[in-house]
């Protein structure tokens, strides 16, 4: 089973400032056929079911800001809020969709 | 638009079985695979089980493996998740997510999810 392990667990940013989060899996989640890493980032607010940030590491999904980016490839991702807003305070989590057992990190809180 | 409605959620007794459902609408049905995914009282995300768009196929997370059931109805465009031996592990909301293809694993992860529904382990 594919293990992601999340750094850091919380993270406190100034607004305006940048924000890295950082995602390492146990096995790569390149996929090789098309060369996509199936690797997300989810954002979720408190009350709230997840909400898709990016996918294949980094392709934004329709209407995020494009604050957030995502880089990274095989095992090793990172996710980036270039300049912090208020409403980017959230739990985010990474997930692999390569293989079942689906697996996601433990997340990162993100406060200002 | 995409709607997932899950239901089924409560207080059940340790070793108790419960029944959740979810009420799909918006797009055909039959095409997509499904998935359950739960979020215990504060704490992060776990991936339960999927099926294929036919119910052909089926996914489990091994700590649910021959417990949990996953099953689906394509002439209501329902998905269940048939729940036995449940303990306080199992405590947490329970979301209905679309996968992005009819079979598991997506090339494109979970785009839509439900609001969830709760289930309490407890005596």
């Known amino acids: 089973d594919i293990v992601l392990t999340q750094s850091p667990d919380s993270l406190a940013v100034s607004l305006g400032e940048r924000a890295t989060i950082n995602c390492k899996s146990s096995q790569s989640v390149l996929y090789g056929p098309n060369n996509k890493n199936y690797l997300a980032w989810y954002q979720q607010k408190p009350g709230q079911p997840p909400k898709l940030l990016l996918y294949w590491s980094s392709t934004r999904e329709s209407g995020v800001p494009d604050r957030f980016s995502g880089s990274g490839s095989g095992a090793d991702f990172t996710l980036t809020i270039s300049s912090l807003q208020a409403e980017d305070v959230a739990v985010y989590y990474c997930?692999?969709?390569?293989?079942?057992?689906?697996?996601f990190g433990q997340g990162t809180k993100l406060e200002i | 638009e995409v709607q997932l409605v899950e239901s089924g959620g409560g207080l059940v007794q340790p070793g108790g079985s419960l029944r959740l459902s979810c009420a799909a609408s918006?797009?055909?049905?039959?095409?997509?695979?499904m998935s359950w995914v739960r979020q215990a009282p504060g704490k992060g995300l776990e991936w339960v089980s999927g099926?294929?768009?036919?119910?052909?196929?089926?996914h489990y997370a091994d700590v649910v493996k021959g417990r949990f059931t996953i099953s689906r109805d394509n002439s209501k465009n329902t998905v269940n998740l048939q729940m036995n031996s449940l303990g306080g592990e199992d405590t947490a909301k329970y979301f209905c997510?679309?996968?992005?293809?009819?079979?598991?694993?997506?090339?494109?992860?979970?785009?839509?999810w439900g609001q969830g529904t709760l289930i309490t382990v407890s005596s």
């Open positions: 997930h692999q969709n390569y293989a079942t057992p689906y697996s």
């Open positions: 099926i294929s768009g036919s119910g052909g196929s089926t």
């Open positions: 918006g797009f055909i049905f039959s095409n997509y695979a």
């Open positions: 997510v679309k996968e992005e293809d009819i079979l598991l694993p997506a090339a494109v992860p979970f785009h839509h």
